[in-house]
């Protein structure tokens, strides 16, 4: 006999005759996970009817206790609260819980992280702070001390220097008068190299020589004297010794302006054509005839005072005077040597005289 779809079958012998009963189960959703079951009564054909009824109406209510129990409806409720409650109550959690977790890291770093990072402020503050204080302090000390040192200079000149106060005074300036030379001259060259190549030549030869620039040529001249009858003579010497080109020549030395200077190099400048022309006298004399001429020796002895002067400070200046101050100490050693070597050691003197003169 086919087992009926969705039911339950309740067989009841009565007087030994088996009879079926079936019942319906409510409608629901059919679950795989229930099994049918079935139940055997056996009566006794000696027991009433209405004992068989009970018998059957207790075996109907576990039936229906046990279908309560797995209703669908009941599942379906519970699992439509399940979702609901589940949705609802990470929301209600989450809230707290953000907020909780908040207030400890807040309070993590209230208490631990802020403190350690004010007392680091604090440090590089304080180094901050000391080093521009440094920096101030050095540039505070620095700036009086380097005005008193430029004030106080020009103060300790003025005090402890007072016979030099015309020649530290206010520059000025002055002109050198033009002068007329008498030179004998041993070449012209166009390039500077081969005037010196020439130049060494002569001095091998123990002949006073030096190269004058002028207008880009190179001329060498071998000596100076006070007129040009005394230059022909001593140009005919030196051919005598050698140089073959040599010739007299006047040579007219222009003015030279000279600035900045102060009041003795002013003074100085202005005796220096003197000079000059009262050694060229004395040395190229004392060439020709061996002895200075008396003239030349008087007027050695006044210009002595005049290359004594102090306080020569300007560069072009002072080589003026060392070459003016040499040729006079030459002559003195001729004077009490006789050596014509000396004479020759003054020429050459006069003649770098020349040289730096031109250079002005």
Do not use: C
């Amino acid at each position: 006999m086919d087992k009926p779809k969705g039911g339950n079958t309740i067989k009841i012998k009565l007087n030994g005759e088996t009879q079926e009963y079936h019942e319906e189960p409510k409608k629901m959703e059919p679950e795989d996970s229930l099994k049918q079951t079935t139940r055997v009564i056996k009566i006794d054909s000696n027991r009433i009817d209405s004992d068989v009824f009970s018998e059957t109406a207790a075996a109907k209510e576990p039936i229906d206790e046990s279908f309560d129990w797995i209703i669908p409806e009941s599942s379906e409720n519970e699992i439509e609260e399940y979702k609901i409650t589940s949705s609802k109550t990470p929301k209600k959690s989450s809230l707290p819980k953000i907020t909780s977790f908040s207030s400890k890291s807040n309070n993590n770093k209230k208490s631990g992280r802020p403190l350690g990072s004010i007392v680091i402020s604090g440090i590089f503050a304080i180094l901050i702070g000391t080093t521009i204080g440094v920096v101030m302090l050095k540039l505070v000390i620095s700036g009086p001390t380097d005005k008193k040192a430029v004030t106080d200079t020009p103060v300790v000149e003025e005090k402890g220097d007072t016979e030099n106060k015309p020649a530290t005074g206010k520059t000025t300036s002055t002109a050198i008068s033009p002068l007329t030379s008498n030179v004998i001259q041993g070449g012209k060259y166009t390039s500077k190299d081969g005037a010196k190549e020439a130049l060494n030549e002569l001095k091998s030869k123990g002949i006073p020589s030096q190269i004058v620039e002028i207008d880009g040529n190179q001329f060498i001249f071998l000596g100076i004297a006070d007129s040009i009858e005394t230059a022909k003579s001593l140009s005919t010497q030196y051919k005598e010794r050698g140089v073959e080109g040599a010739f007299a020549k006047a040579l007219s030395l222009d003015e030279k302006k000279v600035s900045d200077i102060t009041n003795k190099e002013k003074v100085f400048l202005d005796e220096v054509p003197t000079i000059y022309q009262t050694l060229s006298a004395a040395t190229s004399g004392a060439l020709l005839t061996k002895t200075i001429p008396e003239d030349a020796a008087k007027a050695i002895g006044s210009i002595d005072e005049q290359l004594k002067v102090s306080g020569i400070k300007n560069e072009k200046v002072k080589s003026l005077k060392a070459e003016l101050s040499s040729a006079e100490e030459k002559v003195k050693a001729f004077q009490k040597s006789k050596d014509t070597k000396s004479l020759n050691e003054a020429q050459q003197h006069l003649l770098n005289f020349l040289s730096a003169y031109y250079s002005l």
